[in-house]
């Protein structure tokens, strides 16, 4: 938790140098055709959101916190610095999604597909990873030279790729015919000063 007095720097890779595990994923990066898996930033202390919960409010919802929308900005500010060519910004409908797409890259689309399926039926899961990796399929033949963006939910990530991702985790993924494989993480990190 941030304190008073304290100065909060964001970055990806706060402290030390990037390794040349790092640096040749940021390489790879700018040649495009990744898929970036974003978990949401950092929110509000909670599992799920409260009690009456709506869709169409996020005063309803659990949001990103100070530290979440600090971080979503410097996710954004990395892949910029970087020169990392983004396509679609896709994200699910819940507002820690979508703030954290639009603090980090200034747009976004708002795609059901990635909306929690921390509630669905096991069919209504499948339906979404379907719908998903049929997106990640169009996007994988098209050849594309930029990263398709899905920011979502952890439990979607794990259905996706059957991988945790942190709050503000990015993991980067090479898309396979009607499959994800992750090749890579990224990380915002908090650092106090």
Known sequence: MLRRGFLAVI????????TAADADLWQRLQAGGYVLLIRHAVTDPGIG?????????CSTQRNL?????????A???????????????????WCRCLDTARLAFGRVEEAPMLDSMFRDSEAGARA???ETLTRVDTFGNAGSKTNLVLV???V???????????????????PGPHRLDVVGRLRAHVAEK
Do not use: C, M, W
């Open 11 to 18: 970055a990806l890779f706060a402290s030390g140098p990037l």
């Open 49 to 57: 959101d409260p009690p009456g919960f709506r869709l169409a409010a």
């Open 65 to 73: 916190s100070t530290q979440g929308r600090r971080e979503a900005r």
């Open 75 to 93: 996710i954004g500010a990395a892949f910029r610095d970087r020169g990392i060519p983004l396509g679609p910004v896709l994200s699910s409908r």
């Open 128 to 130: 979404k990873l379907r």
């Open 152 to 154: 979502t939910h952890d």
């Open 156 to 174: 979607n990530i794990r259905a996706l790729v059957n991988e945790y991702a942190e709050q503000g985790e990015i993991l980067v993924a090479r």
